[in-house]
Nanobody, 122 residues
Framework: QVQLVESGGGSVQAGGSLRLSCAASGYTYSSYCMGWFRRAPEQEREGVARIRISSGITYYAASVKGRFTISVDNDKNTLILQMNSLKPDDTAMYYC???????????????WGQGTQVTVSS
């Protein structure tokens, strides 16, 4: 059974940094992507960043490009999102997700974490 467990959310002032982690287990699909989505109150869910595990190729939403960095640790069981230069608009619940890369790109991954709240104050 696939499990994704996020950690690292919290509150920070604008301009600050946070680091989100997602511990993954039970996923044995040979070619897959992992990534982060976020949902702010009364807004649509947004794909923030994703990475193809086999190649390391990354994708970022325009709203976070240059400020956020997605990576995996060496054993490829933990996904990291380093968030710098945070803005109040980054305030949202952040979710880790995993699935085949086409489903991730379409915004419909099968596997989700429980979410972690990020709050950025001005």
């Amino acid at each position: 059974q696939v499990q994704l467990v996020e950690s690292g959310g919290g509150s920070v002032q604008a301009g600050g940094s946070l680091r989100l982690s997602c511990a993954a287990s039970g996923y044995t699909y040979s070619s897959y992507c992992m990534g982060w989505f976020r949902r702010a109150p009364e807004q649509e869910r947004e794909g923030v960043a994703r990475i193809r595990i086999s190649s390391g190729i990354t994708y970022y939403a325009a709203s976070v490009k240059g400020r956020f960095t997605i990576s995996v640790d060496n054993d490829k069981n933990t996904l990291i999102l380093q968030m710098n230069s945070l803005k109040p608009d980054d305030t949202a619940m952040y979710y880790c997700a995993a699935d085949a890369c086409d489903r991730m790109a379409a915004g419909i991954p099968t596997y989700w974490g429980q979410g972690t709240q990020v709050t950025v104050s001005s």
